[in-house]
């Protein structure tokens, strides 16, 4: 039998969790590494949108089918796996990727002029991507028209504002809507997320069940998004940007996860 593929990348949040599950889980060579740089839109190419229809990653092949979302491709490489873990929550899942407290958003996030001009570089490499639009144009192209039409207008409408061609209120809104976001992480980081951690270890218990590939995937976005660059000083830039000591909860939940090789593995730089 094949091997699974797994599509990855080396900066991108939600390709950890599954790298995470994959590492924690599997011998080394048990599953095959393909990375799709979203630097160089490769996740645009047309032979991947026929793979994933939302050109994202993780995604996975495994045994003739194809899993397209992080939840899926966990959730496989968890059911698969040689050794056992605890299952997932459903509803700490479907939260953790809910559009409010999307980790993506903290690269683009801009509250203030000064944001702003700290996240423009990214953005434009990011939006400005000549890879999409160079894609879409092709034959093949064609049957996932829609695809291409949504992801333009979506990435050409931010990146506007960014090459500072959007109206001054269409700039207002960014902000506003970056400070409403920045508010919906702070609330469930300093909040709601610490009724599913425990006060030692891990969701899964001593060792990391499936929420808790999620979970760290998402804290360590966070944490890279206010500036943490290493296991060490992480926390000092969440307590700076957040304005508030990091709950104890976190702290353990931190020392736990970054205390393991699968992190220290996938997390050679925070992302
Ligand atoms: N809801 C999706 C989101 C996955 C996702 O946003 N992946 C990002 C990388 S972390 C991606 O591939 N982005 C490329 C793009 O949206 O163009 C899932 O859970 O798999
Ligand atoms: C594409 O993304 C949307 C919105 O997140 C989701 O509802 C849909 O199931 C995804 N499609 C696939 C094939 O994963």
Redesign the pocket.
Known sequence: MSKPVLYV?GL????AAAELAAAELYPENAIEYKT?S?LNGE??APSFIDKNP?????TLEAEGKIY??????TSYLVKNAPTSVKAANAELIETI?ADKYD??FMLLLSRNDEDFKTKANFAHVYLGNPALEKHSVLPEAEAHKSFYEG?LAS?GGLLALFKGEAPPAAKDDLFAKSQAHFDNVKSFLYGSLLSYLPESGFIGGNIPGEDDYHVCAWLTRIVASVGGKSKDDSLAAVEKAFGGPVPSKIVSYWGAWTGRSSWTKVYASLH
């Open positions: 990348f991108s949040v939600w390709s799709i979203l996740n645009f939302n050109g994202t990653i993780p397209t979302s992080t939840a899926q491709v990727h980790p993506n992801k990435n």
